[in-house]
């Protein structure tokens, strides 16, 4: 069975310091890999996303994110954070081939930024 | 502009009562989905449907229905059957072929009193 896992619920990082994410996935095939993030009280806001190709996968507001398969990971970057970037953020896997199917959501790595 | 619409964005509902939420989108996609969000526990699938007059159950369906009589519509529905409905409900859509990207309304918060 598919399934995602952040292992870190709550993540505290300095204002223009860099920042990592962790999500590690299982899933038979290739997957897709997404990742979203959610500021209070609001739906989610797509920040990029892996289908094939380039393991290196570059989304908006300056995140990028790496696919490396021999350690089932997508860990989500960001060089330098920004106070506005305080958000919670999911990783997401989607079943490869079958169309329509759902997301599987890890439960959220909630970023605090200090001044 | 094209998007998912969810109203109302605040809902209290009675012990006992049904209640439904409204999702619709003008996206042109063919595929619907209807997640619960808890704190701490992310997002999990209480149904989808990748074709109007068709659906089916995801994870956590037991005290909820939902309808697709139209292709920009899906609505769900807590039933009083739903032990613990409190939650933010977030609905989502997708163009519907394999891998697409899941679009997401506001979301619902559902309170019950």
């Known amino acids: 069975a598919q399934s995602v896992t952040q292992p870190d619920i709550h993540i505290t990082v300095s204002e223009g310091a860099s920042l990592e994410l962790r999500c590690n996935y299982s899933y038979g095939a290739t997957p897709y890999l997404f990742w979203y993030v959610q500021s209070p009280g609001q739906g989610l806001q797509l920040l990029l996303k892996?289908?094939?190709?380039?393991?290196l996968v570059q989304g908006i507001k300056g995140f990028e994110a790496e696919f490396k398969r021999s350690q089932s990971s997508f860990n989500l970057r960001k060089p330098s954070v920004h106070w506005s970037d305080a958000a919670e953020y999911f990783c997401?896997?989607?079943?490869?081939?079958?169309?329509?199917?759902?997301?599987?959501f890890g439960k959220g790595t909630t970023l605090s930024v200090s001044s | 502009d094209g998007g998912i619409t969810q109203s109302p964005k605040y809902l209290f509902r009675k012990e006992g009562q049904n209640v439904t939420l409204s999702c619709e989108q003008n996206l042109n996609h063919d595929a619907m989905y209807w997640y619960r969000q808890d704190p701490g526990q992310g997002l999990r699938l209480i149904y989808y449907?990748?074709?109007?007059?068709?659906?089916q159950k995801g994870d956590i369906a037991e005290g909820y229905s939902v309808s697709r009589e139209k292709k920009e519509s899906f609505p769900l529905t807590v039933t009083s059957a739903q032990k613990n409905p409190t939650a933010f409900y977030l609905c989502?859509?997708?163009?519907?072929?394999?891998?697409?990207?899941?679009?997401f309304g506001p979301g619902t918060r559902l309170t019950v009193l």
């Open positions: 989502a859509s997708t163009r519907g072929g394999s891998g697409d990207t899941q679009y």
């Open positions: 997401a896997v989607g079943a490869g081939g079958q169309a329509g199917t759902a997301l599987i």
């Open positions: 449907s990748q074709i109007v007059n068709d659906f």
């Open positions: 892996y289908f094939s190709g380039d393991t």
